[in-house]
């Protein structure tokens, strides 16, 4: 029988200080972000791992996408698994602002005034869709004529991350990072957003210009038969996710797991599936160190990553 222990909040007090007391408050996601916490060092200290983050678009409208770039920019991660709407988000900021709003906002009045709503988040239309456009198309037009005809979309992000170079805000993004380190970044459901849209738009008039999705896998074939070992960060659900532990199966599962989820359980979806249902299906090793952390990221893992960074 282990006791309770309060926690002491102290003037100066790290993250990692903070975290470490969660331990001993026992309950109730404070200790699995304690635990989460331990797994994510051990697997970033360990030399052999092939680390894989995978996340879904939405918290990229906010302050956490710079946790992200970071990750991306100091090496932390060897590969990104997400949706087409992270490139949405990270290429329109670079030139264009997000703004605070509130879940309880007129949407009626939102929409006559060509204001998106995302959660809390606004984003004026021409801050997103028509900033996409103007800064998407040359990119496609240059590597058209260049005699580019089929791209993976690891190849086609790079070239979007390129096309920041000589931009002000481009160490904002986590596309150019991932360009400049060479860390390849997989949508495995392209056309799902506006980045994709934009391909699509090209199509109209270049019908031979198009994803090669299979280029993707390939290149993820050989990026999990090579590791000798795998963890993954892994952030809300959907195809992120289970693209992430689909390939780690492939290399008899992950040996590290963290999970940060809202979702439940008892629906049966991959979104609340817990890390122990993927040892079933051998996404996971028997022996993986593993956690299912329940709570909102944007909270969660800038405390996580501001403490993991303290002890690395």
């Keep these: 029988m282990i006791p309770v222990k309060d926690i002491e909040l102290k003037k100066g007090q790290s ?3 903070l975290v470490k007391q969660f331990y001993g408050a026992g309950g109730f996601s ?12 051990t697997m970033f200290k360990d030399k052999g791992c ?3 983050l995978s996340l879904p ?3 990229i409208s906010t302050g956490m996408r710079g946790v992200v770039k970071d990750l991306v920019k100091n090496k932390m991660v060897d590969c990104v698994i997400t949706t087409c709407g992270l490139l949405d988000h990270d290429f329109a900021r670079v030139w264009k602002d997000y703004f605070h709003g509130d879940f309880a906002m007129d949407d009626v009045e939102l929409h006559k005034k060509g204001v998106y709503r995302l959660g809390n988040i606004l984003i004026p239309k021409d801050n997103y869709g028509s900033i996409l456009e ?6 496609i037009e240059k590597l058209y004529a260049k005699g580019v005809r089929n791209i993976s979309t690891k190849d086609f992000i790079w070239a979007l991350g390129e096309s920041l170079e000589k ?3 481009r160490e904002s993004s986590i596309i150019y990072w991932a360009w400049k380190n060479k860390i390849p970044i997989f949508v495995p459901g392209p056309t799902d957003g506006a980045v994709g849209s934009q391909v699509w738009l090209f199509y109209q008039k270049h019908s031979d210009f198009k994803f090669d999705i299979l280029a993707d896998e390939q290149e993820l074939a050989s990026f999990v038969f090579d590791a000798q070992k795998m963890g993954a960060l892994m952030i ?21 797991a963290v999970y940060i989820t809202t979702a439940v359980e008892w629906d049966g979806s991959l979104s609340g599936a817990q890390t122990r249902e993927a040892i079933s299906w051998g996404k996971l090793k ?7 952390i329940e709570g909102e990221a944007t909270i969660l893992l800038p405390l996580m990553i501001a403490a993991l960074l303290e002890r690395l």
Excluded: C
Aim: glycine residues 8%; proline residues 3%.
């Design 30 to 41: 404070a200790k699995k972000v304690a635990d989460g916490v331990d797994i994510l060092e």
């Design 15 to 17: 993250a990692n200080d």
């Design 50 to 52: 092939k680390r894989m």
């Design 57 to 59: 678009a939405a918290p």
């Design 286 to 292: 028997e022996k993986a160190k593993h956690i299912t």
């Design 134 to 139: 103007d800064k998407i198309q040359p990119v």
């Design 236 to 256: 809300g659900g959907g195809i992120s996710k289970h693209h992430t532990i689909w390939w780690a199966q492939f290399n008899k599962g992950l040996e590290y």
């Design 167 to 169: 931009e002000k805000n």
